[in-house]
Structure formats: C-alpha cells, structure tokens
C-alpha cells in the first residue's frame, strides 16, 4: 500500500508549476538536447533521503512527492538548470522512480514537458549520489520567458 505523508513540500511544487505556466508574454525559443545525451544533476531530496525513507517505511515510500534536480556543471544544458518532477512507484516493488515535468534554466526560462516527452528521459543513479538523465531520442520543447 502507498501513503501520502502531510509533509509534503506543495507549496515548493505549486511555485515551480506556476513558474513554467506563466510564460504567455515572451515569444517562445526552442531547445534542444541532442540524441544521446546525458545530463549529471544533483536531487533534492537526495537519493539517500529517498532510499531511508523506503527503509524506514518498510518499502511504503510517499508517491508524487517533489523532486528537483540541479546541474552542477555547463552540459547540454546550462550549470544552475534545475529540473523538476516528481517521485513515482518503480517498476519493482519498493522501489521508485522519477517522472520528470520540465526544467528551469539558469537564465529565467522555463520548458514544460508534454505526456510525451514526460517518459522521454531515462534516470539512472551516477557517482555522489548525482542523477544521471538520459536523452536516448534527444528532445526538442518550446521555452518561454518568465
């Protein structure tokens, strides 16, 4: 059985959503993340958070919890990007995984993620508890001012 906790950060998810959503009065620019990239960012919470909450739960972990992830260094996108999502029920039991809705860039602008491209990246876990984010196809998404 999965629980959902009361102490849940909606507020933090409610800001980054309202974020990406007022985009209407700048034109929208295109980025584009090349077939085969893999982009290292660092979670919050981190994935030893995550992991002591499935141990301490007994494998209940809090489905649809927020998480960012924010790159720490210049790659396919800009150092300070932060991406955002949240935490789903993995394919195995006691497990989970990551569903990401979009990302902020460094310099103001914000892509949201269609259904689509919403399963498009694939997240692995990397060397100091970083996140690994696999573009196998690439992405091409619209991004708009703030």
Not at 29 to 52: M, R
Not at 125 to 145: D, M, P, W
């Amino acid at each position: 059985m999965i629980k959902q906790t009361r102490h849940m950060n909606w507020p933090y998810i409610a800001l980054l959503l309202a974020a990406v959503s007022a985009s209407n009065a700048c034109a929208d620019q295109q980025v584009n993340i090349p077939a085969g990239s893999v982009i290292e960012c660092t979670p919050y919470p981190s994935i030893k958070t995550l992991d002591e909450d499935v141990a301490n739960k007994g494998g209940v972990l809090t489905i649809g919890s927020p998480i960012k992830c924010v790159v720490t260094k210049d790659q396919v996108v800009p150092m300070e990007s932060q991406f955002f999502g949240q935490v789903v029920e993995g394919a195995v039991p006691n497990s989970y995984a990551f569903k990401w809705e979009g990302w902020l860039l460094e310099d103001g602008r914000s892509v949201r993620l269609s259904n689509a491209q919403r399963e498009q990246p694939s997240t692995s876990q990397g060397q100091s508890g970083h996140l690994r984010l696999t573009f196998k196809n690439g992405l091409v998404a619209s991004s708009s001012a703030n």
